[in-house]
């Protein structure tokens, strides 16, 4: 084939063109992108947390920590014991963030559950809006995220967020939190507390997807989120939650 | 049990993430803002007995103006990244616009109105003195070098109008320092919309208070007269602006302890215990009523003017104090107790580490070694020798 100058920076050119719109090596020579590959816009996810069938064994905060390299003393997520005596304040533990467990309650006569915690995945974060550089945002599938390439360490964040739910990575010197396992999740796998959770009381679920339980499970049972007075639009919903919950 | 904490808080909670530095940076940024208000007295206001702290006003805040961006710098989990504030600000951020708020207050207000006020002195300084102080001087003159009544007619009036667009600039610059904090709905200490305007008058305190210690000292030094008439207006401003400022703050209290919404039983516990002697003890009592009873005392009765010294210099050194308590409780107050309302954790100074109270001492002590090398590169009292030019 004899391929003249213009030519070749024809070629080259539109090669350019269509890889810096984000084209895969596929598209631009032609052949049909995987019908497998995640698209970010069909998804929306969030969780859906049962307090009665939480045991706090801990399993999910374990499991977090080893599938995520959360450092020793912080938590992406952590389990909260309740116990709650009528007309008075509520005795609430959660040692090491429930890492082991709990040991047993020296009192049975007590209102007592577990609440598991996490990033609330807020579509209206306020964590994200005080973000001065933007290194902190919600993904176009639901996922509070931080580029830790990007972030200042400023932990204005950490300021905002109303639950506790970021830290200051001790190494990386930058803002880190619960990314919901994204790259779990965009590999048709849920998260690792998830997965982890003997009794089923945490469930990842799509708010997109028509087929998920979420849909059925919202419209049976009488929900709530946590702090909903913030109004950040969480989307970690949790079934039979107690007023006493912080 | 984690040493430091008392009851419940959320786990990620035990470590305090804004820490002394985060306590000087309202604090700098607060004499700046002050020291330029009480030199807008002299200039928009025509308050003319404040005439002799004009230029120093201006040079105090310069000198803080300087330092306020190195407590932040230094806090910076990354602070090799802090240009991305100024390159790709996020808009909805109220910290996004520090970088913007301090350059316009920095480049259009203080750089300006500083040489305007003292062209006519650099031109007279650049043409009598010699050697490498003679080649600064004729730098900064950015060479103009008319000095004619004309020139100096429009210097005047340029002024005025950096002045005038100064005074909301200040306001701004504190305001916006408040606005930080007070727009954080997830903290209830700092949640609400007094605290720009909290800021904004005990900033205004701090400044007039820097100021008047300023002007004593360097009296002292330069074995000047002190003008009594001057030190007694700042006093008498000092005492105005204190009067609003702690007005506001007990309107905030009592606002708080009225409403006694949910999170009022733990910040009320707080403030009787780890904030007591801060809070109640160092800012009420020893910052506040203390410095306002001597400044009161001085519009109700003419002591001699010996003693006016004395209780002036007391009084705003610990207004000063008392500033800087309320700076403390404000941004440490609101991280020790846990968004639960259930606990509370303990803040400890570490002593030489990058955000410890030897970095904090240099931060504080670096405005005032700036303020002496601007006061010899530029007399605030040469005053008389320009117009003989």
Redesign the interface.
């Known amino acids: 084939m004899d391929l003249s100058r213009r030519d070749l920076f024809k070629i080259g050119g539109k090669l350019l063109v269509l890889a810096s719109a984000g084209a895969t090596l596929e598209e631009i020579i032609g052949a049909a992108p995987p019908s497998q590959a995640y698209r970010m816009a069909d998804h929306w996810w969030g969780m859906i947390i049962d307090i009665d069938k939480c045991i706090g064994c801990g399993n999910c905060v374990r499991a977090c920590s080893q599938e995520n390299h959360v450092p020793a003393?912080?938590?992406r997520t952590?389990v909260?014991r309740y116990q709650v005596e009528e007309g008075k304040?509520?005795?609430?533990?959660?040692p090491?963030?429930a890492m082991d467990g709990f040991p047993p309650s020296k009192r049975e006569d007590l209102k007592s559950f577990f609440v598991p915690?996490l990033c609330n995945q807020c579509a209206s974060s306020?964590c994200?809006?005080?973000?001065?550089?933007?290194a902190t945002f919600v993904s176009p599938d639901g996922v509070v995220l931080v580029d830790e390439t990007?972030?200042?360490?400023?932990?204005?964040c950490?300021?905002?967020?109303?639950?506790?739910?970021?830290?200051?990575h001790p190494e990386?010197?930058?803002?880190d939190k619960c990314t919901l396992c994204y790259h779990r999740i965009t590999k048709g796998l849920t998260t690792a507390c998830c997965e982890s959770c003997p009794t089923g009381a945490r469930q990842l679920v799509d708010f997109k997807n028509p087929k998920d339980p979420v849909h059925e499970f919202l419209r049976n049972n009488k929900v709530e989120v946590l702090k909903p007075y913030?109004a950040t639009q969480a989307k970690v919903y949790y079934k039979d939650l107690d007023g006493a919950v912080? | 049990m984690i040493p430091g904490v008392d009851g419940f808080i959320y786990p990620n909670e035990v470590e305090l993430q804004w820490g002394l530095l985060i306590v000087l940076y309202p604090y700098i940024t607060g004499l700046v803002a002050g020291a330029f208000i009480l030199a807008s007295l002299e200039r928009v206001f025509k308050v003319q007995a404040v005439r002799p702290t004009y230029r120093l006003a201006l040079l105090t805040a310069l000198a803080f103006l300087l330092v306020a961006p190195l407590p932040l710098q230094l806090h910076l989990g990354h602070p090799e990244r802090s240009l991305e504030m100024y390159f790709t600000p996020h808009r909805s951020s109220a910290m996004a616009m520090f970088g913007f708020v301090y350059l316009w207050y920095l480049m259009v207000v203080l750089l300006l109105e500083i040489w305007l006020e003292y062209r006519a002195d650099i031109v007279h300084l650049a043409r009598t003195t010699a050697g490498w102080r003679r080649l600064v001087y004729k730098l900064l003159t950015l060479g103009s070098e008319n000095v004619s009544p004309e020139a100096r007619q429009i210097d005047d009036k340029m002024s005025y109008v950096v002045t005038v667009i100064g005074i909301p600039s200040a306001f701004l610059l504190h305001g916006y320092v408040g606005f930080i904090f007070g727009s954080i709905k997830a903290n209830p200490w700092w949640s609400t919309p007094l605290m720009p305007i909290v800021f904004l008058f005990s900033a205004m305190v701090s400044g007039i208070a820097a100021v008047l210690v300023l002007y004593m000292a360097f009296m002292k030094v330069e074995k000047m007269p002190i003008d009594m008439s001057c030190l007694d207006t700042i006093a008498k401003y000092l005492f105005y602006t204190f009067v609003i400022d702690f007005s506001l703050e007990m309107l905030d209290l009592l606002h708080r302890t009225y409403e006694a919404d949910e999170s009022f039983h733990s910040l009320d516990f707080m403030v009787h215990t780890r904030l007591w002697g801060s809070q109640v003890i160092l800012q009420i009592c020893v910052g506040t009523l203390l410095p306002l009873a001597i400044l009161a005392a001085n519009q109700l009765w003419r002591f001699s003017e010996l003693r006016r010294k004395a209780m002036y210099l007391v009084a705003s050194l610990l207004t000063m104090v008392g500033i800087f308590a309320m700076r403390w409780n404000v941004v440490i107050g609101g991280q020790l107790f846990s968004k639960s309302f259930l606990g509370y954790t303990t803040y400890k100074v570490e002593f030489a580490a990058r955000e410890g109270l030897l970095s904090a001492i240099g931060l504080m002590a670096l405005p005032f070694i700036i303020v002496v090398v601007l006061v010899k590169l530029l007399p605030p009292w040469a005053e008389g020798k320009a117009s003989e030019v």
């Open positions: 003393g912080y938590f952590w909260e304040q509520p005795q609430v533990d959660s090491n963030g915690k306020p994200v809006q005080v973000c001065p550089v933007g990007y972030c200042l360490g400023c932990r204005y950490i300021q905002a967020c109303p639950y506790g739910c970021r830290y200051l990386k010197h930058t803002v913030m912080r």
